[in-house]
């Protein structure tokens, strides 16, 4: 885990937004002030989409307590002074007191134009800049990266993308798993086969096949247990030869995990690694200064902190278990070492972590020892971005047909292999078949993980992520090869194009209305790691996109000021999708 150097140092752009529910906040706070008083410019305006305009604002119904009037006579007073902007084509009272806000077309036009200009697309920076640690992937070595750890791979990967295009200093930290009790069984077993077989084995990801086998033994031979036991005494003490083995142990898993990573584009390197090991040097320091501190005592002769609000099933308190009776340490104290860490040494002032739902509760735990500890305070934030389970159609867990658990290269071919089916007819040249098939697998794949909300489970179903409609990969990947195919056959560069945009037709009024929030959509997946905000946000823009296309002639239109805007409007569109997609990480084909 090495630290960026200026990495997303984003250029402090200009503070102008298009964000259009930005804009109506903005003039909704002045006419809050010029109606009841500047106290009231910070009341939150509730802008909402709406059915009858393009957006309605209910700040009405929320003050008209305060204020002590009508909700209907709070929102003409408001109306009132929303009169003359160029922003608003009209403002209406209507129901109990919505206020129906609808723009101007003009000034629409003027905002995506300027939003094709701007090279970052009109999306804000973070302000102030913040340091960041993602803890994401954190797959076990020497076992099977599970779809489990995909899904934390993938939205990890696609929020530290966010957020360094917000310009953020984002610190990767893959939290693997490398140490413990476990890996005296696995050193022994490696030893049996015999180096050379054990790392064609390892690297070539048939590590569950050797993990089995390692703990088959160990049940069913008492003398190779008792070597495995002695082997993690060796291990924990640091004997040379056994520190060697183990380190050939994690290269040989690494190079799977690391050819995994390159296959779906994840941007994870070794420099990113941060295993549990590197916290073994700190793990006495920090199990002492929980106990100085009376954070931790010893019960049972283990150390255990007991922070309060947590407690078991019989309504004792639940213990946080910092160091076992034997003196061993395990998966909380390195999670305490590691927090100590981020927040001290590598000064974050927001860590996330990505892993799984069933860890809610380790997590909520560490947070409140860290706090007690005096480590976490009210100026830093830790977050459990939580990951649902991804399962099978019968709902549990997925799994591989033979019913143990799947390995992942099988599932990606299996994606790819899928994809080139969906694709075949379209093309006759071998080698752009499986280049497209690859992006569409991947990104089908990828895209089924992050367009559903991180918290909830989903069922993985190839035929339902390869559709080419709906809200999938492929839908939205083949919406950009569709722009681009427009730009192909007028002989134009998408990147040369520039306003101005005039919206005469709803559905080009439309599109243009939807490209505008961008901004907001990749700032709302920082708010709280969720890409699916972003996911939804380009899936409505390809939706979008489809019926201008089907409304508006563009090649063919009747004038040339309205095939120039129709262009723009459709670089504009491509610029966002390709950019958008590009956060998620998912690949884009040129053709499809
Ligand atoms: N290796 C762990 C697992 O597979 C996930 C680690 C998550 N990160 C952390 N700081 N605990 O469950």
Redesign the pocket.
């Known amino acids: 885990m090495t630290e960026p150097e200026g990495r997303g140092a984003a250029q402090a752009s200009q503070q102008h937004s298009t964000d259009p529910q930005q804009a109506l906040a903005t003039l909704m706070s002045r006419a809050l002030a010029a109606a009841f008083g500047p106290g009231y410019a910070d009341a939150d305006p509730v802008i909402r989409p709406s059915q009858f305009a393009d957006y309605q604002a209910n700040v009405a119904l929320a003050l008209a307590k305060r204020l002590n009037q009508a909700p209907r006579d709070v929102a003409a007073e408001l109306a009132s002074h929303l009169g003359d902007s160029d922003v608003l084509e009209k403002v209406e009272v209507s129901g109990p007191g919505f206020i129906n806000l609808t723009l101007h077309d003009d000034w629409i036009a003027a905002e995506a134009a300027s939003q094709l200009d701007d090279p970052r697309l009109d999306v804000p920076a973070a302000d102030p800049a913040q340091r960041i640690v993602v ?1 994401y992937s ?3 070595v020497a076992r099977e990266m599970h779809v489990g ?1 995909l899904r934390t791979t993938i939205v990890g990967d696609s929020v530290v993308r966010v957020l360094e295009y917000l310009g953020d200093v984002v610190i990767r930290a893959n ?3 490398d140490w413990g009790t476990q890996f005296g069984i696995l050193l022994e077993h490696l030893l049996d086969v015999g180096e050379e077989r054990a790392n064609d084995q390892l690297a070539a990801g048939e590590i569950n096949a050797f993990y089995q086998a390692a703990n088959a033994k160990f049940k069913a031979d008492p003398s190779f247990a008792e070597r495995s036991r002695l082997r993690v005494v060796a291990l924990q003490a640091g004997d040379p030869e056994t520190l060697r083995l183990w380190t050939t142990l994690i290269n040989d898993t690494k190079k799977y995990y690391n050819s995994i990573y390159a296959r779906l584009g994840v941007t994870l390197t070794d420099a990113d690694l941060d295993p549990e090991s590197f916290y073994n040097a700190m793990l006495a320091d920090v199990c002492d200064e929980l106990q100085a501190k009376g954070v931790a005592v010893i019960s049972d002769g283990a150390l255990c902190a007991f922070p309060p609000g947590f407690t078991g099933r019989d309504g004792a308190p639940l213990p946080l278990i910092l160091r076992k009776s034997d003196g061993g340490y395990g ?1 909380a104290s390195t ?1 305490m070492a ?1 927090i100590r860490y981020r927040i001290r040494d590598l000064h974050a002032n927001r860590i996330i ?1 990505v ?2 739902a069933e ?1 809610a509760q380790h997590f909520a735990m560490v947070f409140a020892v860290a706090r007690q500890a005096g480590w976490l305070t009210d100026e830093i934030s830790a977050e459990h971005a939580a990951i649902g389970l991804v399962t099978g159609a019968d709902r549990k867990r997925f799994r591989a047909r033979s019913g143990r658990s799947v390995k992942l290269i099988d599932l990606i071919d299996e994606a790819v292999g899928r994809a080139e089916e969906v694709i075949k007819d379209r093309y006759d040249d071998p080698e752009l078949r499986a280049q497209i098939a690859e992006a569409v697998g991947i990104g089908a794949l990828k895209y089924a993980d992050l367009s559903v909300d991180r918290e909830s489970g989903y069922v993985l179903d190839f035929d339902r992520m390869l559709a080419l409609t709906g809200n999938t990969g492929p839908y939205l990947q083949y919406a950009t090869a569709r722009i681009r195919s427009i730009f192909r056959r007028a002989g134009i560069e998408p990147g040369g194009v520039a306003g101005p945009i005039r919206l005469t037709e709803p559905a080009e009024r439309a599109l243009a209305l939807q490209v505008l929030s961008f901004g907001s959509a990749v700032s709302q997946v920082a708010e709280a790691a969720e890409p699916h905000k972003l996911a939804a946000f380009l899936f409505e823009t390809a939706s979008a996109f489809t019926t201008f296309y089907e409304q508006c002639p563009v090649l063919q239109a009747a004038d040339e000021p309205t095939r120039q805007s129709r262009l723009a409007l459709s670089a504009l569109t491509l610029r966002v999708l390709v950019t958008g997609l590009g956060l998620l990480g998912i690949p884009v084909p040129e053709r499809m």
């Open positions: 803890d954190a797959p076990n750890h939290h693997i798993g998966y999670d590691a972590y892993v799984g860890q």
